[in-house]
């Protein structure tokens, strides 16, 4: 359900707008020019500033973690969880304490947090090529591709359907390939700057890490509770 929900809210405006770009002429003429090693150089320098943008702004979203919440809260987290039957036998008035969880600990929520973004990421960007390259077979027919990079196209696979002649060509793979890395550098930088986006799908991981951390504070609580409880 969660995959769903994230498709149906991050996909439709993307593809809107890559599509915009995937028509016009100079998409394809700059992947065209980008001969050996520098296409892949500049896939890369998408990749490294989407991970590096979302690697600075982890601190800030692992502090709103450390944050010390009301056991209200806490309880409200917990509800179907095994944790739940656990709340009973603690007092209501109490706070939740994270501080018993040491730096490496802390290291490895981030680092949980960093690859659920990682995911949500994949996913879109799986979904994106997906669709151009499906768009591109069905619209960008050889003579189209011809007039995109004002040059024999390189036909990879071809097919006749319904009296149309569908190609794939190496120039439509190029151009696929580099604006689906750049979607998700660009779904990657929104999430984490537009506040409906990080409210949408960076809020949605940060919540199911206040339950996991939720979950693990009344367990501990629970343990000292009955640690201080004297055995008759």
């Known amino acids: 359900e969660q995959v769903v929900n994230l498709l149906v809210r991050a996909l439709p405006l993307l593809i809107l707008f890559i599509t915009f770009i995937f028509l016009q002429n100079e998409a394809w003429q700059i ?35 450390a944050k010390p919440e009301r056991w209200s809260t806490a309880a409200r987290r917990v509800e179907d969880t095994p944790a739940a039957e656990l709340v009973h036998e603690l007092p209501s008035d ?4 994270q501080s018993p969880l040491t730096r490496r600990q802390w290291v490895n929520v981030a680092l949980v947090v960093l690859y ?24 960008v027919t050889e003579p189209v591709a011809r007039g995109f990079v004002d040059a024999q196209p390189h036909v990879l696979a071809s097919l006749d359907l319904w009296g149309r002649h569908m190609v794939i060509t190496e120039e439509l793979l190029r ?21 409906a986006y990080r409210r949408e799908f960076i809020g949605e991981i940060l919540e199911e890490m206040r339950r996991s951390l939720a979950v693990r504070a009344v367990y501990l609580a629970a343990r000292n509770q009955r640690a201080t409880v004297p055995t008759g």
């Open 175 to 195: 151009v696929t390939g580099f604006l689906t890395v750049f979607s998700g550098l660009y779904f990657a930088v929104t999430a984490q700057t537009d506040e």
């Open 94 to 97: 109490r706070e939740v304490d």
């Open 116 to 139: 659920s973004q990682f995911l949500q990421v994949v996913l879109v960007t799986a979904m994106v090529f997906v669709f151009l390259l499906v768009f591109g077979g069905l619209v």
């Open 31 to 65: 992947t065209r020019t980008l001969h050996g090693p520098y296409y892949w150089i500049v896939l890369g320098l998408f990749v490294v500033i989407g991970v590096g943008f979302s690697v600075i702004s982890l601190p800030g979203q692992v502090s709103e973690l």
